[in-house]
């Protein structure tokens, strides 16, 4: 009787224990389709992207009524998403000291008309929790759950990638690590930016992270965003890009809303066969 009565005991106090945890709600405004990545999204593509998965909804294995929600951060790279440290994820997590804001949400986590907002700031987007990387806190407990989870990246990890394909390999390997084991996902790098010099050195770093996927990433589909098509739309084409009043880009490296969507047109078909890869076709 004493066992069966500690046991009892023991259960009251484990089931007190867990009503007394924190509850780590899922997210107001979630979607069926999350996609996150760095100021591309925040300047142009996340608005684009809202629209296109709205367009595509009810094919290429979306649900007809499937949401779409974007979150782009300034500078932010596959190591700041995946990183617990405070250093690592500063990208995502400290207030700008210009802006005071370090983001843009769009679709289903839009906050109305000003898109920008702060990370760790409003009950959407709480990434920045002790012990986690932001990409674990994005699903932790079921903070948010998509059907589908898109990463868009590539500008400011360029360098190390394209320089080092072993840093590569080690930034998928972290993704990989942070996302449950059955979630269905995307990675697709980034619009080629302006200038001549910059896309050859994107397309180095495009190459070796698309083969650190291959080894390590085979839970996602890779779409590679700098094609012969991608950078013919592109490349030297002002109108594509921010001006100045004279004319001359000030901004070659985040393509405009237009730009964008022309980005993404010629995209549809790779991130179609993705999708249909990750959700099956309907």
Known sequence: M?????????GAVLLLLRLASPVHA?????????????????????VAFVDL???????????????????????????AWTGDSRRSRSAICDVDPTWHVNAGAYGTLSQGENPYIQIGRGD??????????????????????????????????????????????????AMMADLPDDQPCIFMTTAPPFRQ???????????????AFAQSG????????????????????????????????RDPFHPTEQAARVFLELERPALCAAIQAQLGSN
């Not at 004493?2 to 023991?10: D, F």
């Not at 007809?64 to 300034?74: E, F, L, N, P, W």
């Not at 779409?223 to 084409?237: D, H, P, W």
Request: proline share 3%; hydrophobic share 40%.
């Open 2 to 10: 004493r066992v069966l009565g500690l046991n009892i005991a023991t």
């Open 26 to 46: 899922e997210a107001t405004g979630a979607p069926d389709v999350l996609v996150l990545g760095d100021s591309q999204l925040t300047f142009g593509s996340g």
């Open 53 to 79: 998965f709205n367009d595509m909804a009810g094919s290429c294995g979306l649900d007809a009524d499937a949401t779409v929600g974007v979150i782009g951060v300034r500078s932010s790279t596959l190591r």
């Open 124 to 173: 959407q987007f709480q990434f920045c929790q002790s012990g986690l990387s932001p990409l674990e806190a994005v699903f932790a407990d079921d903070y948010y759950r998509p059907d589908l989870f898109v990463m868009f990246l590539l500008g400011n990890a360029t360098e190390r990638w394209a320089n080092d394909p072993q840093a590569a390999l080690a930034d998928v390997q």
């Open 197 to 211: 010099s910059v896309v050859e050195l994107r397309l180095r770093a495009q190459e070796n992270i698309e083969r």
């Open 218 to 249: 085979r839970q996602c589909s890779f779409i590679r965003g700098f094609t012969t098509e991608t950078i013919a739309a592109n490349l030297g084409n002002a109108q594509h890009f921010r001006r100045r009043a004279s004319g001359d880009v």
